[in-house]
């Protein structure tokens, strides 16, 4: 043991829940560590680059873009557009989404923490941790070669698997079959400068070749990241054809497959595809895009009924209107759209663990089944819970009652 360290919030996860987590525990006066796993902030956001933000703005088939948030999300979102000189994008199913630039997210998730005297840790993962009765004491955190001891009076995970209920064993909500992982890389020296265009060429070049047997029929889930055309450049995703299991040994199995089948699109675009017969690959993200983990039992299971039904919520913290998306091993995309619109709520009572007094959670674990979470782990609805598991936390900490609290969350929120 090198050191021990004692903090008012502990902050599991630095993506966007867990930042948002992270500077409203700050903003009220806690002290806040944050450790983060990877060697940068910004979680999927910026290890996977999803490239566009979802889950920010009304569900609405006008050509008109509005924010469904408020609050800390709507902020980030518009210091993010301004630093990735980006604008809203949308589709004609009515879907409004953020492009955005991945060192720009890095750099105001590190500027946001500097900003409010966060104290994070970066290459740090979770050794241990100690719970008493039903509240967490410490946790032992390893960076490289050093152990250290956190004392804590609070705890948010927000590391989209749910580690601190895994670590502790505590039940989880699991899924039979989760959803696919995609893989994400950009290809440099693009001859097309429609976006739109492109889409048509890729998919039909694609289909093709399936019907031809040139290719197996996993490669017609390759998509373009939205806003992602230009300086010749495109980014693609691409459905990983291996089952996401959390299985010792998974993970490294997902990303060799994600790497041979980038190698493989990538030269069967250069030899076959007349747009793509300069490119060559530029780069591929770092980690495979895992899109649901394991979540935590919380006080209440976001259903399925909840989300399609836009049912609201007297505890409720944040809003949303993403549709339910579900990508399956052997299938394009599914979606399922709510009420053109309208909008469902999330409740404090998912962001609460049932068995531990102290620990939250926000993000991709939040207390949600399969449905639901297909539509609330999107970055626009993890911004939310974020900021909001950070001042349910404060307020455990300065005893503060939940109505209290609640009232706090949906004035800055809602």
Not at 38 to 44: D, E, Q, S
Not at 93 to 109: E, R, S, T, V
Request: charged content about 20%; hydrophobic content about 40%.
């Amino acid at each position: 043991m090198n050191s021990t360290q004692y903090t008012d919030v502990l902050v599991l996860g630095g993506g966007a829940a867990g930042i948002a987590a992270a500077i409203a525990a700050a903003r009220r006066g806690s002290k806040v560590i944050l450790i983060e796993r990877n060697a940068f902030l910004g979680g999927k956001a910026t290890a996977a680059e999803v490239g566009t933000v979802c889950g920010l703005y009304t569900f609405s088939k006008t050509e008109k873009t509005e924010y469904l948030v408020k609050g800390f999300a709507k902020e980030f979102a518009d210091t993010l557009q301004k630093a990735s000189d980006t604008m809203p994008l949308h589709n004609t199913d009515g879907l409004h989404y953020l492009p955005y630039d991945i060192n720009a997210f890095k750099n105001i998730c590190c500027s946001l923490l500097q900003q409010h005297q966060v104290t994070f840790h970066l290459n740090a993962t979770l050794s241990n941790i100690n719970i008493e009765h039903d509240l967490i004491e410490s946790a032992l955190i390893t960076i490289g070669d050093t152990l250290i001891k956190i004392q804590v009076r609070s705890f948010i995970d927000c590391s989209g698997d749910s580690i601190i209920s895994q670590a502790a064993n505590l039940p989880l909500i699991q899924s039979d079959q989760y959803q696919a992982a995609a893989q994400v890389f950009t290809m440099q020296g693009i001859e097309e400068e429609n976006e739109a265009r492109l889409g048509l060429i890729l998919m039909r070049s694609l289909r093709s070749a399936i019907d031809d047997n040139k290719l197996a029929d996993f490669y017609d889930r390759v998509y373009i990241v939205q806003g992602s055309l230009k300086n010749n450049c495109v980014s693609l995703k691409v459905g990983v054809p291996i089952a996401v299991t959390y299985a010792p040994g998974n993970l490294q199995e997902l990303n060799n497959s994600a790497r041979n089948f980038v190698e493989t699109l990538a030269e069967f675009l250069i030899n076959n595809v007349p747009v793509f017969k300069n490119t060559f690959i530029q780069h591929i993200a770092p980690e495979v895009g895992i899109r649901v983990g394991l979540r935590t039992m919380g006080n209440y299971i976001l259903t399925e009924e909840d989300v399609l039904n836009c049912k609201k919520f007297d505890d409720a913290i944040a809003n949303a209107s993403w549709p339910i998306e579900e990508w399956a091993q052997q299938k394009r995309v599914k979606m399922r759209y709510l009420k053109t619109g309208d909008h469902y709520q999330v409740p404090a009572r998912c962001l609460q663990s049932k068995f531990v007094r102290n620990l939250f959670m926000a993000g991709r674990n939040i207390s949600a089944s399969d449905p639901a979470i297909a539509s609330a782990r999107v970055m626009g609805i993890c911004l939310q819970t974020g900021y909001a598991a950070g001042m349910l936390a404060e307020s455990f900490i300065a005893g503060i009652s939940e109505s209290i609290a609640l009232k706090s969350i949906q004035n800055e929120q809602l």
